[in-house]
């Protein structure tokens, strides 16, 4: 499964009122990356990540909270293997 991120960077982006140029130059990429990862045309590395993160001030656990999976545990004992 493919993590798409890019709508909510886009949005929190937009939301912040910061131009896809000021995200690029504060993180040290250019316009073009940002345009694609926004578009999820591409997966930044994770370092690049970090950094758009933190220029926008929000938690990488929100953009990747839509893949969040439950599992279920089972505890098997010893003596029930």
Same mark, same amino acid.
């Given at each position: 499964m493919k993590y798409q991120f890019g709508e909510k960077l886009r949005e929190i982006r937009e939301r912040k009122k910061m131009t896809m140029r000021d995200v690029a130059e504060k993180a040290g990429v250019t316009e073009s990356l940002i345009s694609q990862?926004?578009?999820n045309k591409v997966s930044? +590395?994770?370092d690049t990540l970090f950094s758009i993160a933190e220029i926008l001030e929000i938690d990488l656990e929100y953009l990747f909270s839509d893949f969040k999976k439950s599992k +279920?545990?089972?505890i098997i004992h010893?003596?029930?293997r």
């Amino acid at each position: 499964m493919k993590y798409q991120f890019g709508e909510k960077l886009r949005e929190i982006r937009e939301r912040k009122k910061m131009t896809m140029r000021d995200v690029a130059e504060k993180a040290g990429v250019t316009e073009s990356l940002i345009s694609q990862i926004e578009r999820n045309k591409v997966s930044p +590395a994770i370092d690049t990540l970090f950094s758009i993160a933190e220029i926008l001030e929000i938690d990488l656990e929100y953009l990747f909270s839509d893949f969040k999976k439950s599992k +279920a545990v089972q505890i098997i004992h010893k003596d029930e293997r």
